[in-house]
């Protein structure tokens, strides 16, 4: 009967305490709890679990009240400590957080792009980022980058991105080009 379609329950124990995914095809699919696996200095996103990674950026050497004409992220993919399953979409959402203490999606997302030339680079630019980094130059609340998976709720992919402490090529960098107040 097409108006009865099947659905798949799953009940996971994971150090003693169970989880339920519940869902007619994958795309319902979303688990709440799992283990964290971001104890390192790399930043990971974990659709289906909502592990969402920060980002904190250090904007002290742009002088104050100059005026930031546009902003680029890249972002360099862990393939060693990252997961494919359904989709392999390698593509995250960035969002300003606007307070350290929440996790909470908040404001506009921006969307990543893979480079043409790098498919382990991730890209971000664009008004949000841009807005996101004229507001801390501008001293206000500089609680960084929110990194979430682009389809958090339906998939069950973990992409992992070199953090600060890897080497110069491969840590996150961002640009931007602003001018000076004269």
Do not use: C
């Not at 930043?43 to 969402?52: D, E, F, K």
């Not at 350290?100 to 893979?114: D, F, I, M, P």
């Not at 501008?138 to 991105?161: D, I, M, Q, V, Y």
Request: aromatic share 6%; net charge negative.
């Amino acid at each position: 009967d097409g108006g009865r379609a099947p659905q798949l329950t799953v009940i996971m124990e994971n150090n003693g305490v169970l989880d339920t995914l519940q869902g007619r095809t994958i795309e319902d699919t979303y688990v709440a709890t799992g283990p964290d696996l971001s104890p390192g200095p790399d930043i990971s996103v974990h659709s289906g679990l909502a592990q969402r990674g920060k980002l904190f950026v250090d904007v002290s050497g742009i002088p104050g009240a100059s005026i930031v004409n546009y902003a680029t992220l890249y972002l360099h993919i862990d393939r060693m400590r990252s997961t494919a399953n359904f989709s392999g979409a390698d593509s995250v959402l960035i969002y300003q957080n606007y307070d350290s203490t929440e996790n909470a999606l908040e404001g506009s997302a921006l969307l990543t792009r893979v480079d043409e030339n790098d498919p382990d680079l991730l890209i971000a630019e664009g008004v949000t980022l841009t807005r996101a980094v004229q507001t801390w130059v501008n001293g206000k609340g500089n609680h960084g980058l929110l990194l979430s998976a682009w389809a958090e709720n339906s998939e069950l992919e973990r992409l992992t991105f070199f953090g600060a402490e890897a080497d110069s090529t491969r840590r996150p960098r961002l640009v931007v080009t602003y001018t000076s107040k004269p």
